[in-house]
């Protein structure tokens, strides 16, 4: 069945790059796109209309991490100076002889089969990446049974996702006074890289275009060489993409020069992991940051020569006291720009917006990580991560992802007159601007509303477990903290 949506501005494709049409419409044909532009004359057998809206390829959100992030939450202002402002060691490494609760990413397997919050962990997740245009995700490295669950949730949702179980040779552990260790496997992470690779095959052979596999080494200071050239090659064998969290982290980048007497960057480019396939979570902490007082350093310039993607996450690192050095220089050296959302808010819109503040004020240069930039890393930079040349954009052909944005509500003044829709929406747009999504060709969501979701449940649902968490925090923190402790509310003078 052929439908056309018809909108006040829609974000076509041409030669390569977005164009805006205004007053225009996009027209799909089953799964997939067969016009958009200002001058369709032929017939449609369905016709949406969206006044107001911007019509735009769906949000392609390349770090994300399954959860709620209740106990992240206990970071907002708050949190260990010594581990430099890194938010996974703060709150999810538990004490000696002690196990975490409400964080699905670093519980044993084992301890994952039998945690309450997997499976409102996947439909909270997916739910709100949907609810907020989202229409392609990259999960980055939760247990076999996380992705499982996900799984279900693209399925039930119509939301794609790129889900890979994460695996190391080892993870970060606590003695009882709070210092962390790094504790190995036995078998260097054998097993869970099998894993993996088992679950990846498994996906690929399903016929579903909504669900595609991942490898993801979780933290390249935790991987050990073999498991590393393990991924290149099983990457290679089973052509799907790498992610893996890098440069990252001051404790992580002088882990790795200590232990390899190479920045975290030289050490995947000494194992031909460097490649268009790789998406890098963060990598805003290499050698070429001033805050690293590094030496000679080239890890911008690997990266940029390699073709690499980055998962800039903007809103995650900066309420952590970190920001990526130069937005414009990373482009200029030749690297794939991305968004992603890591922890919370899952709203790309406000991600968007944030990197563009960001960019331009650690590039000292206005015209830097404009709005234009920032929206093609949303959508054509996330495409280009995955290999995928169907994703990203509103084009013949591509993958009927569409979502409508609405810049022209009548119920708030946030927008004021607009003179361009796209700088308009990064910087006065909300995830709950978007009314309409569409993946395959199938509405997905539609003022609003998914179907057979109750938003307002399922947040209440979270927030109950959240509170259960919270109370709960002082029997693993390495500290003993409680969550009164470890951030104390605002405006409570008893909380000190």
Not at 28 to 45: F, K
Not at 299 to 327: E, F, T, Y
Request: hydrophobic share 35%; net charge negative.
């Amino acid at each position: 069945m052929k439908t056309r949506i018809n909108g006040d501005w829609v974000v076509g494709y041409e030669n390569g790059g977005h164009v805006l049409y205004r007053q225009a419409c996009v027209v799909y044909d089953g799964d997939r796109i067969v016009y958009a532009g200002d001058d369709y004359r032929g017939e449609a057998d369905r016709v949406i209309e969206a006044p107001g809206c911007l019509l735009s390829p769906g949000f392609i959100d390349t770090h994300v991490h399954s959860g709620h992030r209740a106990l992240h939450k206990l970071l907002t202002d708050h949190g260990r100076a010594d581990l430099f402002g890194q938010p996974y060691m703060d709150v999810t490494i538990a004490r000696s002889g002690t196990r975490i609760q409400g964080y699905p990413n670093y519980l044993t397997q084992e301890e994952a089969q039998v945690d309450p919050g997997i499976a409102l962990h996947a439909a909270f997740t997916v739910s709100e990446l949907l609810r907020n245009g989202v229409t392609t995700f990259v999960e980055l490295g939760g247990h076999v049974i996380v992705q499982e669950a996900l799984w279900r949730q693209c399925e039930a949702l119509g939301v794609r996702g790129y889900l890979g179980p994460g695996y190391d040779s080892g993870r970060w552990a606590s003695d009882d006074d709070g210092n962390l260790t790094r504790v190995p496997y036995p078998d260097g992470g054998l097993h869970l890289f099998n894993d993996a690779v088992a679950f990846i095959e498994r996906v690929e052979r399903d016929p579903s275009d909504l669900v595609h596999g991942i490898l993801v080494p979780r933290e390249v200071e935790n991987c050990s060489v073999d498991i590393l050239r393990r991924t290149v090659a099983a990457a290679r064998d089973l052509g799907v993409p790498m992610a893996t969290h890098a440069g990252y982290n001051v404790i992580e980048f002088y882990e790795t020069v200590r232990e390899h007497r190479k920045t975290p960057i030289e050490l995947l480019d000494s194992v031909e992991m460097l490649t268009p396939a790789l998406n890098i979570g963060h990598a805003n902490f290499i050698s070429d940051s001033p805050r690293l007082n590094y030496s000679g350093g080239s890890d911008l310039r690997r990266m940029g020569k390699s073709r690499v993607s980055v998962s800039h996450c903007p809103i995650n690192i900066v309420r952590r006291a970190r920001v990526l050095d130069s937005w414009k220089s990373y482009r200029e050296a030749g690297v794939n720009m991305t968004i992603g959302s890591d922890t919370y808010p899952r709203d790309m819109i406000m991600n968007m917006r944030t990197a563009s503040y960001h960019g331009k004020v650690m590039s000292h240069d206005l015209t830097a990580a404009s709005a234009q930039e920032v929206f093609e890393a949303a959508t054509l930079g996330g495409a280009r991560s995955l290999g995928r040349e169907d994703l990203g954009r509103l084009a013949p052909g591509a993958r009927a992802d569409i979502v409508a944005i609405n810049l022209g509500r009548k119920d708030v003044l946030r927008y004021g007159p607009i003179w361009d829709p796209i700088c308009s929406l990064v910087e006065c747009g909300v995830g709950d601007d978007v009314d309409l999504v569409v993946t395959g060709g199938e509405i997905r969501m539609r003022d609003g509303r998914i179907p057979d979701v109750d938003l307002g449940g399922l947040r209440a649902e979270a927030q109950a477990f959240a509170e259960k968490v919270w109370g709960q925090v002082q029997d693993w923190d390495p500290l003993r903290r409680t969550a009164r402790m470890m951030c104390p509310p605002s405006f409570c003078p008893d909380c000190e």
